[in-house]
């Protein structure tokens, strides 16, 4: 069972960047499709990225060309670097380790991490 620890969230101003960090042990991730979401406050959680094994990625429209996604297998690490920050991106941030795609939708059937809190705001 892979074990998550998400990392690099913080209080930023509208326009600024965060890098955050999704570190896995207890075992290897590099054949699993690994994804990032977000949980903001009073909605659902939400994929915002997600990242195969090859390395083809896919955005939320509402990151898209702000966001991106990258892995770094022999770290087993993958990361979400978030530039253009927006009020809107305030959430808690997790990532998963499994996710698949059944019916047309992703699902995410790894273990989740404590996640990291983004918070964007004057």
């Known amino acids: 069972q892979v074990q998550l620890v998400e990392s690099g969230g913080g209080l930023v101003q509208p326009g600024g960047s965060l890098r955050l960090s999704c570190a896995a042990s207890g075992s290897s991730f590099s054949t699993n499709i690994v994804g990032w979401y977000r949980h903001p406050p009073g909605k659902q959680r939400e994929l915002v990225a997600y990242i195969t094994n090859g390395g083809i990625t896919n955005y939320a429209d509402s990151v898209k060309g702000r966001f991106t996604i990258s892995r770094d297998n022999a770290k087993n690490t993958v990361y979400l670097q978030m530039n253009s920050l927006k009020p809107e991106d305030t959430a808690v941030y997790y990532c998963?380790?499994?996710?698949?795609?059944?019916?047309?939708?992703?699902?995410?059937?790894?273990?989740w991490g404590q996640g990291t809190q983004v918070t964007v705001s004057s």
């Open positions: 998963n380790a499994d996710l698949r795609l059944y019916g047309g939708n992703w699902h995410a059937f790894g273990s």
